[in-house]
T-cell receptor, first 115, second 116 residues
Framework: AQSVTQLDSHVSVSEGTPVLLRCNYS??????LFWYVQHPNKGLQLLLK??????LVKGINGFEAEFKKSETSFHLTKPSAHMSDAAEYFC?????????????FGKGTRLSVIA | DTGVSQDPRHKITKRGQNVTFRCDPI?????LYWYRQTLGQGPEFLTY????????KSRLLSDRFSAERPKGSFSTLEIQRTEQGDSAMYLC??????????????FGDGTRLSIL
């Protein structure tokens, strides 16, 4: 079965310092992986997606993620945190490999950015 | 920009009442998904449609939950005989579907249900 594990429930960084949000996945086939962000009382917004074209995926707002098959990881990074990055981040895997299928979400990592 | 629209944004009701939520997807999207998100958790998949066909409904939480998309456009999610445990955020998403792989799902802002 497809699943993702977000290794940290809460990450706190200072403004201007790097961000690392960790995610491990479990999949019986080559997965489609995503990172979504959710600001308070708002819907989910797609940050980036991995679909086997390239292992380093660039997303919006300066975020990127690297797919590492050997480590079954898909960690999200950003070189320099901004106050507006404070939100809940979800690592997500597709339920099946046929594309455009329901998503399986991790439990989320809350990112706090300290001024 | 007409994104995914959900109505109402908030619903407060007494235990035992029936509630219905509506979702209007992005107009050209033929796939529509429902998720539930409880406090402190990631969204949990409930059901989805390709046009008017319901492709998966085994993950609906109980037989009190049902969803329809009669004309392949908007969808409704109904919960009958609501219980305290139904209190959650109900999210709708839409995407392009069959034949166009790995299209991202676009989410609405959700309907927050509170059971008194």
């Amino acid at each position: 079965a497809q699943s993702v594990t977000q290794l940290d429930s809460h990450v706190s960084v200072s403004e201007g310092t790097p961000v690392l949000l960790r995610c491990n996945y479990s999949s019986s086939y080559s997965p489609s992986l995503f990172w979504y962000v959710q600001h308070p009382n708002k819907g989910l917004q797609l940050l980036l997606k991995y679909t086997s074209a390239a292992t380093l995926v660039k997303g919006i707002n300066g975020f990127e993620a690297e797919f590492k098959k050997s480590e079954t990881s898909f960690h999200l990074t950003k070189p320099s945190a901004h106050m507006s990055d404070a939100a809940e981040y979800f690592c997500v895997v597709s339920l099946t490999n046929s594309g455009n299928t329901p998503l399986v979400f991790g439990k989320g990592t809350r990112l706090s950015v300290i001024a | 920009d007409t994104g995914v629209s959900q109505d109402p944004r908030h619903k407060i009701t007494k235990r035992g009442q029936n509630v219905t939520f509506r979702c209007d997807p992005i107009s050209e999207h033929n796939r529509l998904y429902w998720y539930r998100q409880t406090l402190g958790q990631g969204p949990e998949f409930l059901t989805y449609f390709q046009n008017e066909a319901q492709l998966e409904k085994s993950r609906l939480l109980s037989d009190r939950f049902s969803a329809e998309r009669p004309k392949g456009s908007f969808s409704t999610l109904e919960i009958q005989r609501t219980e305290q445990g139904d209190s959650a955020m109900y999210l709708c998403a839409s995407s392009l579907g069959q034949g166009i792989s790995n299209q991202p799902q676009h989410f609405g802002d959700g309907t927050r249900l509170s059971i008194l």
